[in-house]
């Protein structure tokens, strides 16, 4: 860790036992984003909404990724109680429990507004609670992007024959699974590492986000192709992490003040997110060759996912619990959403057998 790190760190555990003195009105948080990638925009919206609302009960002081601790360092900080909350991205928890990959995205399954109408209405945000703590942690979802870029690379991927022998960076438990069974190899990297990687071709290509943060990131600068759409992830959930303590030492107002700043983040941040998704899609077209997988082979990717998806979620239960809720809630909103065809919000997929799911999950 160099001395700014440190330096920064120690002011920031200095925050945690102070705080813990005055009734916890004063937090430090972090994230997992640097400043350089537009994902950060969600956090300083969600700080800045949450600070006039709570006024003198609570402020939050932000640092960007990296400023306080490595991004992969986030959770243990917060688990620890080191910071009081750290912005984050789930799936990058899944090493500690695999529940954490579909709380963050799906392949080929949730669109944006399913993972709003599940968090808000169908039993979702007590589950990201449920499986967050475990880790002494209470969390707040407050952010959603809606079907990431895809591939970038820089030979045309048209076919999913032009995915074979491909080395190519995928995030994701379930993603790499796919990708591999695809033809394909997965290679993870951090996304800070994803530009070099590509430029120096380390890597056959890469996906990151939704086209307005992979513009930020560059990614034009080093490919010339991108195929459509990013089955791989085809939406995206991002929240704030608190230490339990720090959450349970507030008053039941600031609490609901915290709850009311993540909800408004979170539709806040999906019509944001598509505003600028559609911009930088515009400004790719002019620079880079796009192509888009045809309906038959998006069915064949389908059926596979769905596959992945049981095999994956029976290796372990919380991530079935959180799979056979997500299916459940897709089975129990299909009718109305097709019956509103074709002014509906999205489609209803084709989606993974419910029942191996059910056998796969714990008895509640």
Not at 36 to 52: G, M, R
Not at 238 to 258: R, Y
């Amino acid at each position: 860790m160099t001395l700014t790190r440190s330096i920064a760190l120690g002011a920031a555990v200095s925050v945690s036992f102070g705080a813990a003195a005055s009734a916890q009105d004063s937090w430090t948080m972090t994230t997992t984003w640097p400043s350089s990638l537009e994902l950060i925009e969600t956090d300083k919206h969600f700080v800045d909404l949450a600070n006039k609302l709570t006024g003198d009960e609570l402020q939050i002081e932000f640092y960007e990724g990296g400023a306080l601790v490595p991004a992969g360092e986030v959770f243990g900080a917060v688990e620890s109680g080191t910071i009081q909350a750290g912005g984050d991205w789930p799936g990058y928890w899944a090493g500690r429990d695999a529940a954490f990959s579909p709380l963050a995205t799906t392949p080929s399954l949730f669109n944006a507004v399913d993972y709003v109408n599940w968090i808000q209405q169908w039993g979702g945000a007590e589950i990201y609670d449920e499986i967050y703590g475990q880790f002494g942690m209470k969390y707040l979802p407050y952010g959603v992007t809606n079907n990431e870029s895809g591939f970038r690379t820089n030979e045309p991927i048209r076919t999913l024959e032009d995915l074979q022998g491909k080395r190519i960076r995928v995030s994701g438990l379930e993603q790499g699974k796919l990708l591999e069974q695809l033809g394909g190899n997965q290679v993870s990297m951090a996304g800070g590492e994803i530009y070099q990687a590509l430029e120096r071709g380390v890597i056959d290509g890469g996906e990151f986000s939704t086209p307005n943060v992979d513009w930020s990131a560059g990614f034009q600068q080093v490919t010339s192709a991108w195929a459509t759409p990013g089955w791989h992830q085809s939406a995206s959930v991002f929240g704030v992490m608190i230490n339990q303590q720090s959450w349970d030492a507030l008053s039941p107002e600031t609490q609901e003040k915290l709850q009311i700043a993540a909800d408004a983040t979170l539709l806040w941040s999906l019509a944001f997110t598509e505003k600028r998704a559609t911009e930088a899609y515009a400004k790719f077209d002019e620079v880079v060759e796009i192509t888009r997988y045809d309906d038959e082979t998006l069915e064949k990717i389908q059926t596979m996912a769905n596959d992945v998806i049981v095999e994956t979620a029976c290796e372990n239960e919380n991530s079935a619990k959180v799979y056979l809720s997500m299916v459940e809630y897709l089975g129990d909103y299909a009718q109305w959403r097709d019956a509103s065809a074709p002014f509906n919000l999205g489609r209803t997929p084709n989606g993974p057998d419910v029942e191996a799911l059910r056998e796969c999950a714990p008895a509640e």
